[in-house]
């Protein structure tokens, strides 16, 4: 099954597109340049990789920013922090984000808890999958996201008050 990725690293970023082959291999292109890829896991995380007659040992680490990616080669051994990402799932935030006209929503608070902060104020304009509050639930701070987008016109709650399951937070129109 073919896959777009889109992947950050030193303020770069490339477009990669992963394929399996017929033989087993992998097809990779990198930024439109196709390379065959001989990929054997080794064991969790831990890939060998033969590229253009060279062979690479990678280590992928998933941290909280990012996949540290550690590559040993005959050369020298290198790290670097990369962001991976599904190109498709980019492109529909974006188009959500950017493209769509707001539709107004009732942002309820989806578990028990306490606001920490209120992200938005009445008259802000807020776009689809931007966040809007923070809430408070086993010690556990999670971000509330406005689904659709819209203009803040009521707000119900504030910072330091208890929230039910399902309880209004704000209005959008």
Known sequence: MK???????AGREATITV????DGTWLVTVDGTPRAVDARLVRPGTWSLFVDGQSYLVDLDPRKKGVAASVATSAAPAEAVLTVEDAQTRRLRQSLSHGAPARGEEVRAPIAGKVVKILVAVGDEVAALTPVAVLEAMKMENEIVA?????VTEIKKEAGQSVETGELLMVLT
């Open 3 to 9: 896959k777009e990725l889109l992947v950050t690293g």
């Open 147 to 151: 689904e659709r987008g819209g203009k």
């Open 19 to 22: 394929d399996r082959a017929a």
